[in-house]
């Protein structure tokens, strides 16, 4: 299996810098997603990877071998777009066969390759079928399985998932993680859902602006964010930011608690919350108001799970708190993460 690397690559567009100096390594074996807003340079950086594009600066190696120079088809990749580009008048049996063929591969091999890779993604029964005869999430794993018959090295998706609908998009996404362990093909997958970025990767690339702003696993990236971007693209709400004299003070709106029923034996900090409003989203209430920040008064939400019945009416005033340990200190000008300040 191999790893795939990018050392100072830049895509410039004119003078857009599309990707803007990425160093990147994944690991064997791993789902490595990338996420951030549209336009950030992700589909940019997976073409770069699969030789669709040529670099303006910079390396990528796949498997510890320099592949600037190869095309596409030598590079071992095998890359889903969005729109799974399924040849509307072959079968599934075709649509799956059709690289096999084009490398000239016989026609009982081929026969095999497709009922293996049929079976792994449970469409077996869909061989004799068109396209247009299949739903959305059927049509992906058509989609997959095509790739997967070439045995790639690594899997490039482009947000395989996104034209499905939301319990679709759930269930798909349960079954490629799953798939994609049972192979253990290395992945890098691109989304700008967050979600979807949380519950499959093993390691999440946030992206903004051509540039890598932090890589970690998803609980180093929402717990630990390196900066305030990653810090507010992440977690929905997000995190609440509060300006100080010269810098600024993250908490997130679950560590945010009325200190009338917060029961906790940690150092904390408390703040008089002015509550605006309530939002009731069946397991959980959005509590939206203001705290009190350096320049008169900053917005700040808590989220309180339902069970936490502590009656909370707008217009009115609370004492709410954060444990000390939950607190996380950006710099004002730069937005990078800083070491803990006296409060
Ligand atoms: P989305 O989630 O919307 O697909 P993305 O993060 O994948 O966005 P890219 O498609 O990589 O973003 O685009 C990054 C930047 O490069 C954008 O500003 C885009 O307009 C620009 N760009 C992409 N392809 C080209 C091109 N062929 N010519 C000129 N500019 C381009």
Redesign the pocket.
């Known amino acids: 299996m191999a790893i795939v690397e990018t050392r100072g690559l830049r895509k410039h ?2 003078d ?1 810098a ?1 990707v803007d100096g990425v160093d990147l390594a994944s690991k064997e074996g791993e789902f490595l997603v990338l996420l ?1 807003p ?7 950086l997976l073409r770069l990877i699969a030789g669709l594009e040529q670099p303006t600066a910079g390396e990528i190696l796949i498997g510890g071998q320099v592949v600037n120079g190869l095309p596409p088809r030598a590079r071992k990749i095998a890359m889903v777009f969005q729109s799974y580009a399924l040849y509307p008048h072959m079968t599934v049996f075709n649509n799956i066969a059709f690289p096999l063929k084009a490398q000239g591969m016989s026609p009982e091999e081929r026969k095999k390759k497709v009922e293996w890779a049929a079976s792994l993604l449970g469409i077996n029964r869909l061989l004799h079928r068109f396209p247009r005869q299949l739903s959305g999430g059927e049509r992906q794993r058509v989609a997959l399985a095509r790739a997967l018959v070439r045995e790639p090295s690594i899997f490039l998706l482009d947000e395989p998932l996104s034209n499905l609908d939301a319990q679709l998009r759930a269930s798909a996404r349960d079954e490629l993680q799953q798939f994609q362990r049972r192979i253990g093909t290395t992945t890098v997958y ?1 989304t ?1 859902d967050q979600v979807e970025a949380m519950g499959m990767g093993d390691r999440i690339s946030v992206m903004y602006q051509g540039k890598v702003r932090q890589i970690g696993t998803p609980q180093e990236i929402y717990h630990e964010p390196a900066d305030t971007f990653v810090a507010t693209f992440l977690g929905s709400p997000p995190m609440n930011l509060v300006e100080r004299k010269d810098y600024l003070l993250g908490f997130r709106p679950e560590h945010f608690l009325p200190k009338d029923i917060a029961s906790v034996q940690d150092k904390t900090v408390t703040f008089q919350f002015r509550v605006t409003r309530v939002e009731y989203l069946g397991a959980d209430r959005l509590i939206y108001g203001v705290v009190a920040g350096a320049n008169g008064e900053s917005k700040a939400i808590s989220r309180l799970s339902a069970t936490l019945t502590f009656p909370i009416e707008p217009g009115k005033g609370y004492d709410f708190l954060i444990r000390s340990q939950d607190l996380k200190f950006f710099d004002k000008a730069t937005g990078l993460r800083t070491g803990p300040k006296l409060l």
């Open positions: 567009f004119g857009v599309a951030g549209s336009g950030c340079g992700k589909t940019t691109v700008h």
